[in-house]
């Protein structure tokens, strides 16, 4: 039976708004604009996200509700939900799932979205949790293919501002961030209850910026635990064994050279003109202050050792003003196409957003969250905006990790235009000489899932990096299905596969077919849940193996 405050829960949801999911920020209607002097915004600066309820944190520890019941019903698995206290006046929000399965010996999965400011509960609910959102944004259904069956999950909103997080904002860009997830992940691990997690194998999985996020974490998780191996630093090391970054940011010189390609040539459709494309892809390699000059600005500033904070924050905010005006925006705009599908003109309302859910008090004070929810945080963008954090080269701190031994897999679905697979493929090509692969033994290969065509793959002889090419997919790579596969059954197979230290692909196989081009027909590529067989659908709100789901 369903109790009075769950139906009360219902009810208001139905009132609820629907609003457009957006995991890239815009300003001024520019994905990734830079916000000016002139338009009233100052940056970077300290600012304040404040509770809604009167809370005492306690710094270095953990506050949390447990067993709640939201989205996880599966009997016996155990899940948390609150917030890590960095500081006083810092608190990062969190929220754990067990592993459906072996939890005690399965390896921490710690996932973070991108934006910068973007909510991790974007990933929790639109992609790989144990619970999805429904496609009218009123309820939650059952997950079979979330990544808790084979993995303990820690979600995060941050850095803090982020999402339910609240409290001081004083992050500015990638390295700072880095620090906070590694304060966070240390109490974490100090906590009674997830001290039991500290030994097992740990992966941090992300998207979007994470291109930056997933290489500037891990080497400072690297970083961190050479010094407390050698004594100055003290800390519960890091057991770091998995990256992956789908659709990520990661090399701005060489992704930002690619739009023009994908807008020309991707599968699905032409979205800009020749003509246009031929004027964006002349901007771009413009001696006169183009996109390509002001991204090598930014990265030979950002690499001297004599450049002030303040000449890097400058030259690289300015390329990242002009670049996503002139080649980011200005290619997809005129056709309104969506950036994040281009299958679908804009806006896309697909993956459902969440505001029904997460903007609920109800909702809240079950999960116990102290502050209101924001899918994407203003001031979070702001000040890594201010920075140009977007436009640094991540690619160095990438293959740094990729040659300690972390098994790194790069995936990216292939109806995404905003981080588009010719980029990140140019991006992944660009990085083998400093990974030590040779590009000969580096070859496409046909990837199937349960015997029906998935994707694209390209791994290392050892194994150790793997890229995937995902049919059918936008750029929440998991919210979707291609042909005759569920929604998020190829991402599970990767994931799984990766964390598992097995490749994609077991023996080479022949060149793929043209179906896997570029060049070929449309592919007939899914979303949402009509096309889910044997999901378990929770009509409204229901009840499941005894626990609720929202």
């Given amino acids: 039976m369903l109790d009075i405050q769950s139906i009360l829960l219902f009810l208001f949801l139905l009132l609820l708004p629907t609003l457009r999911a957006n995991q890239?920020?815009?300003?001024?209607?520019?994905?990734?604009?830079?916000?000016?002097?002139?338009?009233?915004?100052?940056?970077?600066?300290?600012?304040?996200?404040?509770?809604?309820?009167?809370?005492?944190?306690?710094?270095?520890?953990?506050?949390?509700?447990?067993?709640?019941?939201?989205?996880?019903?599966?009997?016996?698995?155990?899940?948390?939900?609150?917030?890590?206290?960095?500081?006083?006046?810092?608190s990062m929000w969190f929220w754990f799932f067990a592993a459906r399965n072996n939890a005690t010996s399965a390896p921490l999965t710690l996932w973070t979205n991108g934006?910068?400011?973007?909510?991790?509960?974007?990933?929790?609910?639109?992609?790989?949790?144990?619970?999805?959102?429904?496609?009218?944004?009123?309820?939650?259904?059952?997950?079979?293919?979330?990544?808790?069956?084979?993995?303990?999950?820690?979600?995060?909103?941050?850095?803090?501002?982020?999402?339910?997080?609240?409290?001081?904002?004083?992050?500015?860009?990638?390295?700072?961030?880095?620090?906070?997830?590694?304060?966070?992940?240390?109490?974490?691990?100090?906590?009674?209850?997830?001290?039991?997690?500290?030994?097992n194998d740990f992966a941090l999985w992300t998207e979007s910026y994470g291109g930056h996020y997933g290489p500037g974490f891990a080497a400072y998780f690297l970083d961190a635990n050479e010094k407390i191996a050698n004594g100055t630093l003290t800390g519960t090391p890091i057991n770091l064994k998995t990256l992956g970054i789908g659709n990520g940011i990661t090399d701005p010189l060489t992704q930002y050279a690619e739009y023009t390609t994908y807008a020309a040539t991707n599968s699905y459709i032409q979205f800009a003109s020749p003509s246009l494309i031929s004027s964006v892809n002349a901007s771009f390699y413009s001696s006169d202050g183009g996109c390509q000059q002001l991204i090598q600005a930014c990265y030979s500033t950002s690499d001297n050792p004599a450049s002030s904070a303040g000449e890097i924050q400058s030259v690289c905010a300015q390329a990242q003003g002009v670049c996503n005006v002139v080649i980011l925006d200005g290619l997809i705009g005129p056709g309104n196409r969506d950036v994040y599908d281009v299958r679908q003109t804009n806006p896309d309302p697909y993956p459902p957003p969440l505001n029904n859910l997460l903007d609920n008090q109800t909702l809240i004070g079950l999960i116990g969250a102290e502050?209101?929810?924001?899918?994407?945080?203003?001031?979070?963008?702001?000040?890594?905006?201010?920075?140009?954090?977007?436009?640094?080269?991540?690619?160095?701190?990438?293959?740094?990790?990729?040659?300690?031994?972390?098994?790194?897999l790069i995936y990216d679905g292939d109806a995404d235009y905003i981080l588009n697979y010719d980029g990140v493929e140019a991006m992944v090509q660009a990085l083998l000489p400093s990974i030590s692969i040779s590009p000969s033994s580096f070859q496409f290969q046909n990837w199937t899932v349960s015997s029906h065509p998935a994707g694209l793959v390209r791994q290392s002889p050892s194994g150790n990096f793997t890229y995937?090419?995902?049919?059918?997919?936008?750029?929440e790579v998991p919210a979707y299905n291609y042909t005759n596969l569920q929604v998020g059954e190829a991402a599970f197979e990767f994931f799984n596969l990766t964390m598992g230290g097995r490749e994609l692909v077991a023996s080479p196989s022949p060149s793929p077919s043209s179906g896997g081009g570029k060049n070929s027909a449309l592919r007939v590529g899914g979303r949402g849940w009509g096309s889910v067989v044997g999901l378990f659908a929770v009509v409204f709100l229901g009840v499941v193996s005894g626990g609720l789901i929202l």
């Fill in 468 to 475: 995937v090419r995902v049919f059918g997919a936008g750029h």
């Fill in 371 to 408: 502050s209101e929810w924001e899918e994407t945080s203003n001031g979070v963008y702001t000040n890594f905006a201010r920075t140009g954090d977007w436009m640094l080269n991540s690619a160095p701190d990438l293959a740094r990790v990729i040659n300690s031994g972390v098994r790194t």
């Fill in 24 to 90: 890239i920020p815009s300003f001024d209607g520019i994905h990734g604009g830079v916000p000016s002097v002139a338009s009233g915004v100052e940056g970077p600066r300290e600012l304040f996200k404040e509770a809604f309820v009167n809370v005492t944190p306690t710094p270095g520890s953990l506050r949390y509700v447990q067993n709640t019941g939201v989205c996880e019903t599966t009997p016996g698995v155990f899940s948390a939900s609150g917030y890590a206290d960095i500081a006083v006046n810092q």
């Fill in 115 to 199: 934006g910068p400011g973007s909510s991790s509960m974007l990933g929790l609910f639109q992609e790989h949790g144990p619970c999805r959102i429904s496609l009218d944004g009123s309820s939650l259904n059952y997950n079979p293919y979330s990544w808790n069956n084979i993995s303990n999950m820690l979600y995060i909103d941050q850095p803090i501002g982020t999402g339910f997080s609240h409290g001081l904002m004083n992050v500015t860009g990638t390295k700072e961030a880095a620090e906070q997830v590694w304060q966070m992940l240390q109490i974490f691990f100090n906590d009674t209850i997830f001290s039991q997690y500290k030994s």
